[in-house]
């Protein structure tokens, strides 16, 4: 991740003043136009993303898992917040606070540097979103959605807690279309399905 080249006394001091954040029960985290604050690392669970305009029922635009870090873009402009985000129960959050980025940036210039490395993770994830979407033939998007969902969570090793209903929102598609992509990446045996899981079995036949 964003600390995998940094110094051992950079990782310790992120660790030190990093606080610890449990969710016992699924609620929301910050939400559109809050106040800018720090960044959050996702250590167990379940991250989702919402994207009110788009409507209650088709908002869900992309859950992440651990080893996925968010709230850059807030935490380095101070602007106010772009989305709704919400962790499902038994989450559990690192979070580090704007004020605690400033005062590890004095001891550790180099920590921006390092910062940019979530803010490019997240442009990745944003244009790959635009590009999965572009797709018109339903077993298309629903393979580049279900790709970009693993990259977001490394912690999950490809078995994705996600229902069909959230993927179809995910995708933009309706559930009927949705499903008939999911039988057809079954029978080609891309992917298994199981109770509120979607197993990824062959990223090489999902890419291609």
């Known amino acids: 991740g964003w600390l995998s080249q940094a110094s051992e006394t950079l990782k310790r001091e992120v660790e030190r003043r990093c606080g610890l954040i449990t969710a016992a029960e699924a609620r929301r985290v910050y939400g559109v136009g809050d106040p800018a604050g720090g960044i959050f690392g996702i250590v167990s669970g379940r991250l989702d993303m919402h994207l009110p305009l788009w409507g209650a029922d088709r908002s869900l635009a992309h859950v992440s898992g651990p080893g996925w870090w968010i709230g850059d873009l807030a935490a380095v402009t101070g602007a106010p917040r772009r989305f709704d985000i919400s962790v499902q129960r038994d989450t559990h959050l690192l979070r580090l606070s704007r004020a605690e980025i400033g005062r590890i940036g004095e001891r550790h210039p180099d920590l921006f540097r390092h910062l940019l490395l979530i803010v490019a993770a997240n442009q990745r994830m944003a244009i790959d979103s635009a590009e999965a979407l572009g797709f018109s033939e339903p077993v298309r998007r629903v393979a580049a959605c279900l790709l970009r ?11 994705l807690p996600l229902t069909q209903g959230e993927l179809a929102s995910i995708a933009k598609l309706s559930r009927r279309r949705t499903n008939g992509a999911l039988g057809e990446l079954v029978a ?3 992917l298994r399905l199981g109770y509120g899981e979607i197993a990824l079995t062959d990223r090489a036949l999902l890419r291609a």
């Open 149 to 159: 969902i693993d990259r977001g969570g490394p912690g999950w090793q490809g078995r």
């Open 188 to 190: 080609a045996g891309a």
